[in-house]
């Protein structure tokens, strides 16, 4: 029982190159969420998807997409990557009526 | 709005210390309460929780209670070990939030120093 994993780890971008973080979970959970973590701005909910083929903006989805490919899987996709979406972002996914969520280790991303 | 307050930090402690991270909140309705713990280079841990008032959390000697009369959640250690060292974060969830229930709102986290 891996929980929630993550890919890549470390990334480095050039500004205007696009890529897709990729996140799955094998725990059964119904939602899974994208956030970002900066210094000094604690967690910021980028996007969200309640169930299998819902999704949902959050807090600071501007310049991201996500899809819910499946019920394990939430992608995150930077079309065109941007200096200020340096950044470490995590995945999580919790149960149906549960409100804890388990975090994936992150993925850590610079972009030059 | 909800929204959740956390003691700035760092907090810098011997070992042995008595540890209180201050966490207060803002909710309508009756929120649960959690406390996550985040590791050097790791992902957030879930470390506690309470879903009512008057409710105790506890986990690896941590305690945090849910007071409603004050809005508080604060996390209390009788003696951190080196190894405690990490951002400790606060949180509660938003209830009917676009349809979701497990959307949680954080505090910005409390650096925790444990030195030898």
């Known amino acids: 029982n891996a929980g929630v994993t993550q890919t890549p780890k470390f990334q480095v971008l050039k500004t205007g190159q696009s890529m897709t973080l990729q996140c799955a979970q094998d725990m059964n959970h119904n939602s899974m969420y994208w956030y970002r973590q900066d210094p000094g701005m604690g967690l910021r909910l980028i996007y969200y998807s309640a169930s299998e083929g819902t999704t949902d903006k959050g807090e600071v989805p501007n310049g991201y997409n996500v899809s819910r490919l499946n019920k394990r899987e939430f992608s995150l996709r930077l079309e065109s990557a941007a200096p200020s979406q340096t950044s470490v972002y995590f995945c999580?996914?919790?149960?149906?009526?549960?409100?804890?969520?388990?975090f994936g280790p992150g993925t850590r991303l610079t972009v030059t | 709005g909800n929204s959740v307050t956390q003691m700035e930090g760092p907090v810098t402690l011997s070992e042995e210390a008595f540890l209180t991270i201050n966490c207060t909140y803002t909710a309508t309705g009756y929120p649960s309460l959690f406390w996550y713990v985040q590791y050097p280079g790791e992902g957030l841990q879930l470390l506690l929780k309470a879903t009512k008032a008057d409710d105790k959390g506890s986990n690896k000697g941590f305690e945090a209670t849910y007071r409603k009369e004050t809005t508080s959640f604060h996390l209390e250690k009788g003696s951190v070990q080196v190894s405690d060292s990490a951002v400790y974060f606060c949180a509660l969830n938003r209830m009917n939030y676009g349809g979701s229930q497990g959307n949680l709102i954080f505090g910005k986290g409390t650096k925790l120093s444990v030195k030898p």
């Open positions: 999580a996914s919790s149960a149906r009526d549960r409100y804890e969520q388990y």
